[in-house]
């Protein structure tokens, strides 16, 4: 019996907390540990009837994992490998695994070690998210910069003309024609003063 190859082993193979596979030469599964058989959903009983391959989600990977051990013989290797639970959830992995021996160096199975990738996954997406939103914040700051400059240098030359076409409106000695004509380019320095000043108050606010 594989399980009896070391006495330590059945010890490790109770406690590990990642999914562990050991396979004869066929890929038949001869054990698979607690921690597997919760994270694939199947029971001890079950095991007897698994096939390697019923435990990935894309047959090529399977060939992959096969045929590297067989190219590599005697060197575990670790890549990224999607399983199949019992009920057709996928779950993303990252596999090593190793050609087993008996003492005359003949061939007898293998052993794989799956570590649930799902954690690590989720937390990616957590940080790529959160990344995201910095970046976005950091838009929003310089936008509202951006703007808070454009307001602040439009602002100041517009006064400026506004009071000086309102001297001319007032100034009584012009003509009535150049005073009306002063009096409309006032109405429409004041309604671009107007539209500065919407823009000030809408204007993208950075977060504290």
Known sequence: ???QAHPLF?????????AVVVCDVEGRVLLLNPAGQRALGYRAED????HVTDLYHR????????????????????????LRNR????IPARVSAAILRDEAGAEVGS????????????LGARLEEAAGQVEESERRVAASLSIGNSVHEISQPLAAAMGNV?????????????RDRAQRAWDQLDRLRGVVARIARTRPRSRA
């Open 47 to 50: 095991v007897a009837r698994l």
């Open 166 to 178: 309102e001297l001319l409106v007032l100034d009584n000695t012009l003509p009535e024609g150049v």
């Open 10 to 18: 059945d010890v490790l193979f109770e406690v590990v907390p990642a």
């Open 59 to 82: 047959m090529d990977e399977a060939r992959r994992v096969k045929r590297w051990l067989r190219e590599d013989k005697g060197n575990p290797v670790g890549f990224d490998v999607t």
């Open 111 to 122: 052993v794989g070690v799956f570590e649930d990738r799902r954690a690590e996954l989720a």
């Open 1 to 3: 019996m594989l399980s």
């Open 87 to 90: 009920v057709g959830e996928l």
